[in-house]
């Protein structure tokens, strides 16, 4: 599988309280594991199963993605903030592997 | 009944036309990120069976439409992305990468717009899937990619997306003149068990539905373009295979002669559209 790289969409600063939006989009096959190569064997299932995104050490959004989420998977959503800080990013693969990223809000 | 047939026919004809304004309407236009304005209607060419050329933008649903307004939310930027990486990257026994020659990716700026186009060195019709083979075999050392492979066609949409916005204008005539006959004669010609030619479909009844999706003309400037059928990006002549084994004709091979062919006559029919590459389309 090509080199998988994270992309995310935040703005660089915000007004206090006020609701913005957040786009997060990962290159992921998200084998399902319902489906067999030519040989008629099980290809292993591997996905994202766990996304999260932390807000200054405190959890804003958490979801566990099931084998029926597209590949590529795209999360939008909302949320608002009273103070500047990382937006960090994680998305848990079945290997093991962790893939992250992070954004810095300001306020102004 | 014959009658009946043909009324039942008229009837949902015009109720398909509204279906296609509603979808399509006269003022649905295609800006990316808010700010690049990309035509997606064209006065069509001198010569041209079209009354209007509509990019395959136009057809879609306004879901797939915003998706390709948004560089972020069009899934193909991934690869691209990934292309990004490939191009300074050096590869094979030469160890150079693409920048090492052609610098930037910016300076394949307005490329993508004239092809496919003849190679008098080679003596042949050569479409970009070529020109970057070419480089890769004889002045990297390295391996020829797939056609359709996801390194190719990421590639192919980097190259594109330095000409978005830029005027298709495929040459014909000249030493492609041959090609160009025989890539008319191609669409032309009614093939497979359904025996339909790509005319039927793209130039008889766009705008029509066919079962669940409305037929496009055909055009080329959105490719490589991201299906979401197949989450990934997809060549022209992948898609060409795709329509012959829709009609249940037999398909030619990706980087044939008749589909390369096919492919200058088919881009020089969007002559006057603009470069979107890559797309987001079903």
Redesign the interface.
């Known amino acids: 599988m090509?080199?998988i790289?994270p992309?995310v969409?935040a703005p660089k600063s915000v007004a206090a309280g006020e609701v913005f939006t957040v786009?997060t989009?990962i290159?992921h096959k998200m084998e399902s594991g319902q489906r067999k190569d030519k040989a008629g064997e099980k290809i292993p299932r591997q996905i994202i199963n766990k996304f999260e995104a932390i807000f200054n050490g405190t959890p804003v959004l958490t979801a566990d993605l099931d084998p029926a989420i597209?590949?590529?998977p795209?999360i939008e959503f909302s949320m608002k903030i009273s103070e500047a800080g990382d937006l960090a990013f994680k998305w848990h693969d079945d290997d093991g592997s962790v893939y992250e990223t992070s954004k810095s809000i300001a306020i102004g | 009944m014959k009658t009946l047939t043909k009324s039942t026919l008229m009837g949902g004809f015009l109720a398909l036309s509204l279906g296609f304004a509603a979808t399509a309407g006269e003022d649905s236009t295609l800006v990316v990120n808010g700010e690049t304005p990309i035509p997606v209607r064209a006065a069509a060419p001198e010569g041209s069976p079209l009354p209007e050329l509509f990019s395959g933008w136009v057809f879609r649903s306004v879901e797939t439409q915003a998706m390709q307004a948004d560089d972020?939310?069009n899934?193909g930027?991934?690869?691209v992305?990934?292309a990004w990486?490939a191009w300074s990257t050096p590869e094979g026994s030469a160890g150079k990468s693409c920048a090492d020659c052609h610098g930037e990716p910016d300076s394949m700026a307005g490329l993508r717009a004239t092809m496919p186009k003849w190679n008098a060195e080679a003596g042949k019709l050569y479409t970009l899937e070529d020109y970057i083979n070419e480089s890769r075999v004889k002045h990297m050392g390295a391996e020829p990619w797939k056609w359709s492979g996801?390194q190719m066609t990421g590639m192919t949409a980097l190259i594109s997306l330095q000409s978005r916005g830029a005027t298709i204008n495929v040459k014909t005539d000249g030493p492609v003149a041959e090609m160009y006959e025989k890539g008319k004669e191609i669409y032309y010609t009614r093939v497979g068990q359904l025996d339909m030619a790509c005319s039927n479909c793209h130039e008889d009844n766009y705008g029509v539905m066919i079962r669940a999706d409305h037929l496009s003309q055909g055009q080329t400037n959105g490719f490589p373009a991201y299906r979401l059928k197949n989450?990934?990006l997809n060549s022209i002549h992948a898609r060409f295979k795709g329509c012959m084994k829709n009609i249940r004709a037999r398909p030619y091979k990706e980087g044939s002669d008749e589909f390369r062919a096919l492919e200058l006559y088919v881009a020089s029919r969007g002559n006057g559209l603009v470069v979107e590459g890559p797309s987001v389309r079903n």
């Open positions: 090509a080199k790289k992309r969409k786009k989009l290159n597209s590949t590529n795209f | 972020f939310d899934p930027m991934i690869f992305d990934q990486e996801a989450a990934k």
